[in-house]
């Protein structure tokens, strides 16, 4: 029985007893997993089976239980076809239920084959004669048939009919020869070939083959020899690939027999090859595939059920199975086992091999432990993989911990004594009320040591909460828990001040209470005494219960005082100050509002009293630190003295006086009335009006002049920079083509489009002079010297606006509209493509980023990165054609694959409804995504902004990164302007945002938003916060992402690693990629 525990308290009667959760009917393909669903109610103290056809489950690397589900992790079509029952269990009664039977419908299809049904036998196959071939497949459900000849799709026509699974050829031909195969399809996919069926249609004028070629399977490196024997052939021809005829080199010899000899066959040499006998116009030709061997190497996940490392512990006498699965090798390879002493395990005996699975019947220690290894070989050699089996052997408790009774602070430490295996086979656990205590408390908490065979809990400093049952948990894999007896650690609180007392100002006169609390095992009685005075205190002070209470507080209240705390347990006590003062008081405050004259100095009174002494402290508008100019100066009474006011210093004043009894302030609005003739820097005496105009217009003359010289030589400047830029443009551009060897063409080129400019030409003129001077100079201040180089391709990636069909507005960006449409060039077949324009062209700063843009997708090659298609640059506006798909951009197609359908909150757009995504899909388009992005960092490109509108999806289910970047329509509000930058805030981490640091690091960051958009649908992150609140706790670190709960906890894992704070924490691309590989191959076993 495959069974599963559930420890909780038992309660209810026999008959409540019910199923929750039945096992359903699934539909599986043989290979795939399954998880067959139990659950009972209530769920306390319930064990459960399983049973199939009536029979308790037999143990099975590819079945485990998690609770009451059974999983099965490949299913089988013979093994698993029955009924499957679930049995849950009452463990105090025994009382148990039967679930109703669930069957796995298991979906499957063999290898094809074909057969010759008529005539009989093939050397009685003649031209004109009437020919059937059928194609064996054994599978389940209805299938579809389809014929291929050397490989090509055989199409029905008057002589070659088609009916299911059988292929007619009426009145054959010579041409009819050749290599046949059938594909058969169902539910459970399509049928593998493993070999051809060579038909020879004989006849008296054309070439019959004697000696037919075969499929081969060589060794890398080994020759590779392919017979094609014909008779009466004038001439035997080879094809590679449908190129040849092929002809004897070093590397191939064609004998004239025509056999084929690759002398050392390598990859290159993988493929179809043709052999065509030839016969005065008849040519009968049959293709064959030649392959490399191959074979890959072992990994953990081979292991069945799956390890997290290569050690298995069973208990002694116990049984136990482990599975190997082959690994992928051209031809299949051979699995087997070997035993510690390297000897081959057969399939019978004690220790045994059945079907590539190790069965250990009966564990024994001192024989049946050891390394055990699988090996798996073919012709291209052998790979291994070992797993280590430790016996192991039940434990014992020696001596349980003792019950102590400590005082509260003491340190304290419990033992336990047991026998058993050194770890990991031996774990103990302390156990505090039966719950598992944490093995690392802190050190000021305690400390769990196990010296082998002695385990010590240790207190430093025991706590009240610490009291309650300890006891040890000795576990040995294959074997129950066994647990100590419980020992009782009774903590006894001492006495002590809670809080302790701290010293006091009292304000004169007013009401006033000093508290002093302290606790023990008993009651305390407390009461406070006042030093140097009797124990009677004045009537207006009272002691209640530990509690003083001033009911007035008078100057001679001040003094030294000791709080007492007793009980059965002894004495303790604390003495503190009471200091008695006077809280600040105004005795002149500042008139309000005051009125001053520009020029003319003021004075704002402010003076205040109070024990000890308050000081005074101004303030303009709230701001502490802008009075600090010598014109203002603070009186020894308090009052602020302006020597000289300005029409600034209008505004709020704050008088603040303050000491040990508090605070008190006064505002007053200082008014400043403009002053005739005053000049803050001159001597008003001295200047009279004619002076003033004299020195006015002089100044405004001399201004205006300083303007005109700048603008003048500014004006120069950039004339002389732009024609430098261009000479340096076009110098590159024709070292470019010296490097093609067409410079003369490009320079009359250059001479003729000079000649047609005219007047109406201007403005493109001046657009293009810009693109190939500024534009492309600070593109290249920023780019390597490959970029630098790269600028004259871009006339070899030029299209023609005439290509593109009528343009459909997608949205809008920061260099203009997007558009997609369909380019067709030369009859060549239509494709969707994306069109974006550039408008603004005199904006360097948009320029750059365009030009950035370009680069990106023009470097790059990849399935998973759109394609650039081309450059439109004959007329305004620049337009970039760029790779597009047919479901169009992910996030769209996110929000219509939403069960309510609603549309985004940043985009109106209701889209068509799309079927939504499973976990198994969202881990292939994220899979496809890092592919895509790491081939960008493997380049060092960085692309500073992936989220799921920057993404597109194909109904293929592919993904590809793109950059349409539609910041203004629709997704504008999934941008932020941040120091005057259009920012995708909610997908970027701290350092791009704050400190303008991009990086691969940055896009790994991003790279997990969008694998969280793909979960939840085209959510926007953070949708309840705005961008301010998004900005704030970025900037604090406490901006929190959390992974959808469906996916699977290693990618949950993965995406908290790509969002941690640190970009050095981060995962490489490499990594990503590694590790969601490895999970998109655990959610398919």
Known sequence: YLLFFIAAPAHGQDGDLYFSVSPAEHSVVEGLPVRLRCEAQPSSHVKYSWKIDGQPLAPSPRRHQVEGDLYITRVNRILDSGKFVCVATLEETGYSIESSPAKIDVQWISEAIVQLQQPKLPSTIHVDNEIELRCHVDGSGDMKYEWFKNTVSVAKSDRVEIKKKKLHIH???????????????????????????????????????????????????????????????????????????????????????GTLLIRAADLRDQGFYSCHGIRDETTVSYTVELQIAYLLNFSVAAFEPKRPTQLAIVGEDQEFQISCLEPLGLPSPKVYWKDPTGHIISDTGPVRVQDNTLIIAKARMGEDDGNYTCVAENMAGETDISVQIVISTPPSIISSPESLSVMEGDSVTLTCSYSGMEPPVTHVH???????????????????????????????????SDKGHYMCQVFTTGFPSLFSDPAILTVEEKLKFSPQPVNKRLELGSTAKVSCKAQGATNPMVKWVKEGEDEEFPKHVQDINGTLHFNGVLEEDKGRYTCIASNAQGSINHTISIDVVIAPKFTVQPQNPTEAIEGYPVMLHCAAEGDPKPTIQWDKDSRMNNLDNPRFEVLSNGSLYIKEVYLSDEGKYGCTAGNSGGLKREEVQLNVKAGDNYRADMDLEASDDGTMMTKTVTITLSAAAGYMVLVVGLMLY????????????????????????DVQEEQTELKETGNKVNSTNKKKENRDSHNKSDGADTAHSQSSNQSRKSKSNYDKIAASRSNLKELKPLGRGEFGEIYSTKYQVDGDKESLVMVKSLINTKDEIALQEFKRHLDLVHKLNHENVVKLIGLCREEEPDYMILEYTDWGDLKQFLIASRKDNNSSPTHETKAPRAPQLSVAQILSLSNQAAKGLKHLADNRLVHKDIAARNCLIASNLTIKISLPCMTKEPYQQEYTKHRNQIIPLRWLPYEAVYEDEYSTKSDVYSFSCLVWEMFHQGELPFNKMNDESVLTQLKTQTLTWKPHKAAPPALQELQTQCWANDPRERPTFDEVVSKIGEIVVDSCL
């Open 430 to 464: 302390w156990l505090k009320d039966e719950a598992q205590l944490r093995e690392s408390g802190g050190p000021t908490r305690y400390r769990v040591t196990d010296n082998h065979g002695n385990v010590t809990l240790h207190f430093k400093s025991v706590d009240l």
């Open 718 to 741: 950039c004339r002389y920079r732009r024609r430098r830029r261009k000479q340096q443009y076009l110098q590159e551009q024709t070292e470019e083509k010296i490097e093609n060897g």
């Open 171 to 257: 009145r054959a031909i010579p041409e009819d020869s050749g290599m046949y195969t059938c594909v058969a399809k169902n539910e459970a996919g399509a049928s593998p070939v493993t070999d051809s069926y060579p038909l020879i249609v004989s006849g008296n004028e054309t070439a019959t083959i004697k000696d037919v070629p075969r499929n081969l399977i060589t060794k890398r490196g080994e020759p590779a020899i392919l017979h094609c024997v014909f008779e009466n052939a004038d001439e035997v021809q080879w094809f590679f690939k449908e190129i040849g005829p092929l002809e004897s080199d070093e590397e191939r010899t064609i004998f004239e027999n």
